[in-house]
């Protein structure tokens, strides 16, 4: 009985004391957890900061430039050919990636949003970033028939089905980017809208490395390939001229060289500048998916630097090309013009060799009044 007692005593004050332990760390949990409701908010605070501040002025920008450019072929009937078509719907994807430029980096979160505001949400900014990329490739594989078959390009299907050719760099990507909604994803009836319930993990794979990667491999390859052809036809130039002119190095052949040398650097800074950053985002964005400890700040500047220097492309193709700027220099000189034309004065004297003299008309108009 003694010990029975001595037992149920002891459980007793265990219980006290446990019960008295945990009111005196209740409130330091709720402290601790109102702490990190607010440490999380005001990182999530500064993460929508940090996107809108490396988004939104180039998203900007990429829109204006296209508009830019597109009002400068449009407006321009000496640009009226298929290479330019080509290039115009390579404009018109690039200012709708523009705009979606923005919501990329976002798709890495959570939304609050049902199955199909969810879906649009993520598939629209993948649509357009895959029609970008089937347009740049499509323009970069008719400047290389151009180039490469010059005699037999106007019996080329790329010269002959222009429409045929537009309509399968946005159909195709289309069609690829509206899979998930068709039911090739991982939605359930409490899923949350993240883009792990939109997209499989297949899906991305397949995207990456069976659409993305090899059509950045084979707009590379065209350029390389574009760069050959120009150099093996610049060493014919050159040595038809040596034989013509039979002396040394001219200055015109310092010129070509030059020419050409410029070309090999905007073609090299253009791949590490545009699309090194790209390709490190899509392995990142993998990696964060395979659940690997990835800072989000990192995950952010990769993703927000990559997808905005890709899209920068086209504006730099654009505007670097004088018969696409020539429209608004033309514009920009009339206005120039417009405005530094003097006043027309009605009382002008001439010379007899018909040049006006304007300072003598004062000078007379003065001897007639003095006279009268």
Known sequence: MCQTSWASLLTTLEKMTLHTT??????WLDTKKEEA???ASEVDNFEQKLIFWMTTPLGT???LANLFIIVGIVFNRKLYNTTNYFFLSLLSADFFTGVALPVIPRMSSDKDMGYHGCLLVYILPNFFFLTFLANLLMVHYEKYVCIVYPLHYRNLWVHRCVPLALLLVWTLPLIFASLPMVGWNNWNVNATCRYSHV????YLYLEIYGFLIPAILATLFITVKVLIVARRQHKSIKKLYRSVQRGGCSELEQQMDLRYAKCIASV????????VPYIASLHVSLLAM?????KWLTLVILTCVGSGSTAVIPVILGLSNRQYTELWRTVCGRCCLAWRKPPQNPAIIRDMTGQVKPGRTLDLLTQQASTT
């Open 22 to 27: 945990l009111q005196n760390v209740s409130p």
């Open 37 to 39: 409701k607010v440490q």
């Open 61 to 63: 920008f990429i829109i």
């Open 199 to 202: 997209f499989q993990k297949a």
């Open 268 to 275: 090299s800074l253009t791949f590490l500048v545009c699309w």
């Open 290 to 294: 395979e659940q690997y400890n990835i």
